[in-house]
């Protein structure tokens, strides 16, 4: 920052909020970038696979409640999800 400011040149900062962001990536989305960015279409199988029909339960006082199918294709402590959330931004850039 000092650099341009000895320069006087002008300087902007974006900042963004990504709390909550792998909630929501939409699905379609993320498959038409992955295809884009030509990634193989075995790799998005695979993901489609992984999420696809996924069922998650609450853990909560050493009860596990009742199963439901999660919505969402980038899951919090999924593996693939920070990368998934990278290809997801490499589009939202370009936008």
Known sequence: MEKYLQHQQELHHVFRDFKKAFDRVWHEALRSTMR??????????????????????IFCNNNIGD???????????????????NIHLLQKNYE
């Open 67 to 85: 199963w439901f199918r999660t919505t969402v294709w980038v899951r919090q402590g999924c593996l693939f999800s920070p990368t998934l959330f």
């Open 36 to 57: 884009k960015y030509n990634i193989n279409s075995s790799f998005i199988s695979v993901i489609e696979n992984l999420h696809n029909k996924a069922t998650s339960a």
